[in-house]
């Protein structure tokens, strides 16, 4: 059989899904997804009376009313950022991160349960936060590269004689 001259991939091209996720779980990207999410949870603090979140007596309203009840979201917001400079040496942030999302759900949970905010208002704020923590775990866990020590000052001490 005669070939036609065409070469064949070894292997297939990611699809579009792993690309995104591949991009959305590098530590920078994760970082300022966490901000962003903070700085909405400021945000959502500040703009009350609105869709993302409404104080009707007792109740908080709105598709963001959960947000509201995580306490304030701007000092985290601050570390994030701050951390982008450099997200392997800060990577600790990503264990604060993570304790925040977790914390958002059950406050989440806790308020809705006891009618402070509507279930929309609890579930919606959840799904996001089980999506940061998606993306927090491998930053948490990863390998990190093996530092090579760099000699100060000269030659390697086994070429001085």
């Known amino acids: 059989m005669a070939s036609t001259g065409e070469v064949q991939p070894a292997q297939q091209p990611p699809s579009f899904l792993e ?6 779980r590098q530590p920078r990207v994760t970082l300022a997804l966490l901000a962003t999410w903070a700085i909405v949870g400021v945000l959502t603090q500040l703009l009350s009376d609105s869709f993302l979140f409404d104080m009707k007596g007792h109740e908080a309203s709105g598709i963001f009313g959960g947000r509201v009840f995580s306490s ?6 601050i570390v994030y950022i701050w951390a982008l400079r450099d997200p392997q040496r800060h990577r600790p942030v990503f264990w604060l991160g ?9 406050s989440s949970a806790y308020h809705a349960g006891a009618n402070d905010i509507s279930w ?22 990863q390998p990190r590269a ?16």
């Open 19 to 24: 690309t995104l996720l591949r991009t959305l």
């Open 72 to 77: 304030s979201a701007l000092i985290p917001a």
């Open 98 to 106: 993570l304790i925040e999302q977790v914390a958002l759900i059950i």
């Open 120 to 141: 929309a208002g609890a579930i919606i704020p959840s799904i996001m936060s089980i999506g940061l923590i998606f993306l927090i775990f491998p930053n948490l866990f």
């Open 146 to 161: 093996a530092a090579v020590p760099q000699p100060v000052g000269g030659a390697p001490p086994s070429s001085r004689q």
